[in-house]
């Protein structure tokens, strides 16, 4: 008897273990609201290609995988939720060539069945070799620095994007943001912070070079995040502007010109020469610092954009119930289903 007991056990475990293994290599979403148009939204040309290359059409562009995706979906919708001409949005997603793209395209549809997107293969090969450790290991992912490969990854007839992070949601209309004006010369555009210690995103080997240190010579350089901003995918496809952060990138595996993951590289090639964008659009750093990731309060002034940049993500923090008080704010956006979630 003992023995046709463990026998059955046996049984029962090996037949168990493809069915837990399914179930835990991927995460469900919810099926969210459909949203619509509001009257006075333009007719965007859907004709062959979906919207991809609509100039009417407000281009949003996102990186996918397996860790943030939770923080995608709830980026998505809240994008959708506070726009006024949702079905306006064409959404571009940059993930990782090694990734199962099948599964990304089946759970964005599922979870969004209208909404109009593309899923566009990044090979990491070429940046790999270039990403020098930081001092946060989420920082070196190749995906991290896909932003520098937008004007490439997207098709030449998308001229301007907004590029999110995963861990962010908006409270207000995207439209908005997207309309930020360039004027005549600026490619990126995102909110600057200028009380920041700009020194010290660069170490004492970048200050002490006299050809280094003068590379912000006649540029009131400012410290801005590179997950909310606003780009001319033209102008940066005219000034080759992909070669000229590759460059610092070389440098840095050289001599080590800075510790921050892909940040530096941008500051070095835009930072002074960008167009402004209110502070409301990225209330940034809600994640804490990227050691500990404590909880931080919001900066004075309105809020458009909350983003949970640092260490602590908010979906991570609920999961542990050690979240701090605003990733309450983050919460409502959450689409995971849990096992024991009601069907409504």
């Known amino acids: 008897m003992p023995k046709l007991l463990l026998l059955f056990l046996l049984i029962s475990a090996t037949n168990a273990a493809p069915a837990s293994a399914t179930t835990s290599s991927y995460q469900r979403f919810k099926e969210a609201p459909q949203f619509y148009n509001s009257p006075t939204c333009p007719s965007i040309d859907t004709s062959g290609t979906n919207g991809m290359c609509s100039d009417q059409a407000i281009h949003v562009a996102m990186t996918l995988d397996a860790a943030y995706l939770r923080g995608s979906m709830a980026a998505i919708l809240s994008v959708l939720q506070h726009s006024s001409c949702p079905q306006n949005i064409v959404f571009h997603f940059i993930a990782s060539a090694t990734t199962n793209h099948h599964h990304l395209r089946h759970t964005i549809s599922r979870s969004f069945p209208s909404l109009k997107f593309q899923i566009y293969p990044y090979d990491s090969s070429a940046v790999s070799g270039l990403i020098s450790t930081s001092i946060r290991s989420a920082l070196d992912c190749p995906l991290n620095y896909a932003r520098n490969y937008l004007a490439n990854l997207l098709p030449p007839c998308v ?163 050690r979240s701090c008080p605003l990733d309450a704010l983050w919460a409502p956006y959450d689409l995971l289903q849990t096992p024991f979630a009601l069907e409504s």
Not at 245 to 262: A, D, F, N, P, V
Request: with cysteine.
């Open 159 to 321: 001229s301007r994007v907004v590029y999110l992070d995963s861990d962010l949601v908006l409270v207000d209309d995207i439209a908005k943001l997207a309309a930020t004006p360039l004027g005549d010369h600026a490619v990126l555009a995102a909110p600057e912070y200028c009380n920041a210690n700009f020194t010290s995103y660069f170490t004492p080997t970048f200050w002490s070079n006299p050809t280094l240190s003068l590379t912000f010579a006649g540029r009131k350089a400012c410290y801005f995040n590179t997950g909310v901003m606003v780009i001319d995918l033209q102008r940066w496809r005219e000034g080759d502007y992909t070669t000229k952060i590759i460059e610092w990138m070389e440098l840095q595996k050289r001599m080590r010109i800075y510790e921050l993951g892909s940040l530096p590289p941008f500051l070095l090639v835009f930072a002074g020469n960008i167009a402004p964008v209110d502070h409301k659009w990225n209330q940034h750093g809600l994640g804490g610092d990227n050691y500990r990731g404590l909880c931080r309060d919001l900066h004075p002034g309105p809020v458009s954009l909350l983003h949970w940049s640092g260490k602590g993500k908010p979906w991570v923090r609920l999961d542990a119930n």
